[in-house]
């Protein structure tokens, strides 16, 4: 960058110092290959942001040293990189997303990032497009975070799960495999179905003052402008009047209306469940599944319900809501329109979280790998107290905290991991042990065991610290998103798995250079996989990196627990 910034963009997170893995980005435009988790590393005093939006990218892991300087590590969008819009593949290779690099100080630069292999969230089909299973597994995801804050609204701490909970729903889950996944519509379709058509039929109706001509006889009210008019008219009295407008006159009359805010939200409910419920049953849904699961069969019938209450005749006579609804009271206190209101606001809440959820779905794809690792630990405890090599025990207990919104495709709050654990030799729980503690990259920077890490691009930290004094071991965890690249460019497994072995090796050398005390470092990787049906586990060349393929599907999680559980628990057998 003109020899003041020096802005990379790395292949994989573990690819920092790696020439073969890495492209220089300088003003103008660069072509680069696309696996799923690529990351920038730009020099402290620099900014990276989209141009399109100018929004700023998130931190990954704490700053580390290089020879240009100081720098830290930024986790790059999918959905820019994969032009998200659905643009024809013509335009599409004319259209490429702008990076802008803004040193301190100084004039924005603008970048031209082309990145061959990333996933579209559209799906061409002979006439029309529909959504891709990727963009669909990345909206699952989301519904799953979802479903976990319900699991926990019974309690007094919504969205916040103690880890034991999540391995009871990971097993609930996998017991499901015959029926569609959960989503809103699912929820909406068993609250609304038996609901929707009495609030319809018993829709709220308001009287509308208006002045029209009416027989004479008829006339009971009257206004001001109705008594201007009277007065024009030729002819002494009412009589006379009404006989120059064929026996009519111009009187306040009171007519019956549906136009009014709620119906308007009502109407435009029913039109959006019609469309969510068809997009569930096409997309997310087999034939089998649509007649014979029961979410299936719900959302089915639900979705004939509301297009027929949407075309019911009353409906032409209400108006189309405004852009941006302020509610009025029926819909903050009527008990019917309220429910409807609510509901309505998930699934506008919705619409607006797609593209930030495709966008940054590495991100949600890191917090998945997070979530199950941890809850790879907390099974190990409770199956600690049979015979086995170790005993594992959380020290202190910890909740999960998910976020209701998500943050730039974040939902699990930092710092919400379980932990600490003791980890003793043999199951009487003799000798000193090992204390585990796991550390989130947003907070490496605090710990003395991780803060020299950061070029290392790792998604979560275990850090092992012997009792007896002797030297620490650091478990790194990368997360990559293989599941956004296009799996006929994506390299083969042992070629990912060989890759990341190798980095372990030249990081080990760099940190070594650079840090007084360096602990021992150990990685895995977590791979996500569309066409994967149960997880499946590549060990590299030389046998020191093992890479599990996980499938994108949550009914296969369980099973990834499992696979985890025993990666882990080689690495604790080998230091205790």
Known sequence: MNGVVAVQLHLWPWSVGNRDETVDLINGEVNARFYGSPVLSVTRGAEVLLAKRYERFIPFGPEYASTSGPCQLYQTPHGVIAQKYGLPKSSQSKIAPILAVVPEGRKSEQITLRMDGAASSLQEREETQGESQLYNAV?????????????????????????????????????????????????????????????????RRILVRERTMIPAPRVAETDAACLRWYIRQPGTTSTQKA????????????????????????????KRCTLESARYLNFDCTADQRT????????????????????????EYISSPPASIRPNYVLQNDYRYKNIWELYRKLLHREDEKDRLWDWQAHTWADIARMLVSAALISLEKESGGAGAFQLTEILESVLV????????????????PGPFLVKSDENG???????????????????????????????????????????????????????CDPLKRPRWDAVSESAAKALERHKILIGERASKVPNLRAFVLASDLEARAPELHSSPQGTVHLIQVPTNQMAWNKVVEYLALVLEEVMESLV
């Open 243 to 270: 006989a120059a407008n064929r026996h009519r006159l111009l009187a306040v009359t009171r007519k019956e209306s549906l136009d009014t805010l709620e119906n308007m939200v009502l109407k435009d409910f029913l």
């Open 402 to 417: 998910i976020l209701q919104e998500q943050r730039l495709g974040a939902r699990l709050d930092h710092g919400s991991e």
């Open 139 to 203: 909206l699952a995801w989301s519904n799953y975070f979802d479903e976990c804050i319900r699991e926990s609204s019974g309690s007094k701490r919504q969205g916040k799960l103690p880890w034991s909970n999540i391995l009871v729903y990971l097993k609930t889950i996998a017991l499901q495999d015959e029926e569609p996944r959960m989503a809103l519509i699912v929820h909406i379709a068993e609250r609304m179905r038996r609901q929707l058509p009495q609030i319809v039929h018993a829709a």
């Open 292 to 315: 014979q699961s029961e979410r299936g069969r719900n959302v089915n019938s639900f979705g004939h319900i509301c297009a027929d209450l949407g075309r019911l005749p009353q409906m």
């Open 430 to 484: 003799q000798g000193q042990g090992v204390v585990l503690e796991i550390v989130h990259p947003t907070l490496a920077h605090e710990h003395e065991s991780t803060k020299d890490l950061g070029r290392m691009g790792g998604h979560l930290y275990l850090v092992f610290t012997p009792l007896d004094g002797s030297s620490q071991t650091v478990l790194v965890l990368w997360a990559v998103h293989t599941a956004g």
